[in-house]
């Protein structure tokens, strides 16, 4: 099974920019999808970002639109998450999910389907 690895997460004041990583290992599918979601204390957890692998193609929660970006390396193998101008309602436990070999980006919608997923990393903005 493919494991995912997050690394970046950390405490930042309102304003700064951290990165987040997902390492996805060695693996040879081509197109899939990418995406990274949060889960504050007392709340949801709501997608924040996700990439079909495919197309580049994005989508972004309104809340983060225009500050976070994500983005893959040219292997495909690690996703990223640039977050600037953080506020303290970004503050959550972010976790990375993949859903392999899909026809197209419409299958990223499904959150539900996403398997596997990251350990989490915390991030703070206060």
């Known amino acids: 099974h493919v494991q995912l690895v997050e690394s970046g997460g950390g405490s930042v004041q309102a304003g700064g920019s951290l990165t987040l990583s997902c390492a996805a290992g060695?693996?040879?599918?081509?197109?899939?999808?990418m995406a990274w979601f949060r889960q504050a204390p007392g709340k949801e957890r709501e997608v924040v970002a996700r990439i079909f692998t495919g197309d580049d193609s994005t989508y972004y929660v309104d809340s983060v639109r225009g500050r976070f970006t994500i983005s893959q390396d040219n292997n495909g193998n690690t996703v990223y998450l640039q977050m600037n101008s953080l506020r303290p309602e970004d503050t959550a436990t972010y976790y990375c999910?993949?859903?392999?070999?899909?026809?197209?980006?419409?299958?990223?919608?499904?959150?539900?389907?996403?398997?596997?997923w990251g350990q989490g990393t915390q991030v703070t903005v206060s």
């Open positions: 060695r693996y040879t599918y081509k197109r899939n999808c």
């Open positions: 999910a993949a859903r392999w070999k899909v026809a197209g980006s419409w299958y990223c919608q499904a959150s539900a389907a996403y398997t596997p």
